[in-house]
């Protein structure tokens, strides 16, 4: 696979403005890095904001936060409850951007603090929920890019499904581990 880097694309709009995750200092940091341009079959290109998700996640949790916690927690729920099949319609890819999202709505080191672990993973769940039930999960960078476009429409019902019926009774999930 060949890649190369480019300037970070003047048409998409990140970071949105008015928001506080992630701080302009990284903003610029991520921006001035510019983007990965990966070739794709039939001579197609594509971008990857491979670097800016490293970026990201670097340091994410300096302030004593529990993202990776609550990251890991979701990593764990999908492979184990929605999505036990060996056709995972909810990725780990998708779990990243669903991250990334509610850091920059729940931006304040204190949404992150380890006692609102279960309210951000909860957060996290009606995210995932929502988005396959409405069949879009917009990539953090770009989102003109639908991350559940090309998915299986009877397999997010099913995640769906699992998820709802999860969330009636999650501490037996918890039991189990």
Sequence with gaps: MEEGYTPFPSNIQWPRRNTKWPSPAKADDIRRMG????????????ISFVKAEKKLIENIDSDGGCRKKSHRIMKKLNEDVWCDTTRRVITSYCLKN??????????????????????????MIERVKKAAQARRLTMYFNPAVNLLQDKDCRELDIAVKKISDFMLRPQSFFEKL
Excluded: G
């Design 35 to 46: 983007v990965q341009t990966v070739a794709k079959k039939n001579f197609d290109w594509a």
């Design 98 to 123: 669903i991250l990334f999202w509610e850091c920059e709505d729940s931006p304040s080191s204190e949404d992150w603090s380890v006692d609102k672990l279960s309210v951000r993973v909860t957060s």
